[in-house]
């Protein structure tokens, strides 16, 4: 471990910062055991007091958690507190997301063939399947909406559609690991996937597009409230 400071008082809050990085990259996972103090404090070349005041700072976060005679652990991902221009751009582009998605499923609805039908029922199985696991429900959600923007039949929407899933990824990834904590599973989610498979076997294009909207909504919500940003009225 590198980039030690040397004044004392910034010692542990530098501690802190490296430890939330680690969480905010992935090098530690929700669960994951630290190592401990003597180890962390022998890493960072500092004392064990520094290494309790870090860890005393990220405890009061919500960030790790102590278990009693089992050692530290990571708790949970940090949420994000971006600048605010930053928060803007989220807004924007989910904004953005519901709008172009929304008409995508409305396409969808006038073009569907039978094997896009066939394909969006497996994948709203797997979504059922994949509930409380919300890793597992983040693939099945991207391949299920990559297979409504497929069944759209134009392959611009396609390319679309993926670019700002992947700008998205991580705030998405983040609502619905809010989600599972808060309601337990992501089932309430999956009968409205459904439900949109419905109207676009039904050729229902104004109906899928309303179920669309009103699902990504729902989702954006826990991202914006992520941010603690409501959206402008």
Known sequence: MDGTPTRHNTLPKAIAEELRRRIREGELRPGDRLPGHRELAAG?????????????????????ETRAARGTYVAGTEMPHGKPSERTEIHELLKARELVESQIAAMAAER???DDIERL?????????????YQAYRDADREF????????????????????????????ELAAEAAVRRFGSLAFTVESHSELVDAIE??????ARSIALDSMSRTHEFVLGLYALAPPK
């Open 44 to 64: 960072f070349s500092v004392s064990l007091g520094s290494v309790r005041e870090a860890i005393s700072m990220l405890v009061s976060a919500g960030l790790i």
């Open 112 to 114: 569907a063939r039978p």
């Open 121 to 133: 029922r497996a994948s709203v199985e797997r979504l059922r399947r994949s509930a409380e696991n």
């Open 145 to 172: 909406h990559a297979a409504v923007a497929e069944a759209a039949g134009n392959r611009f929407l396609v390319a679309w559609q993926a670019d700002v899933r992947t700008m998205l990824q991580r705030d998405l």
């Open 202 to 207: 039904a050729g229902r294009p104004a109906e």
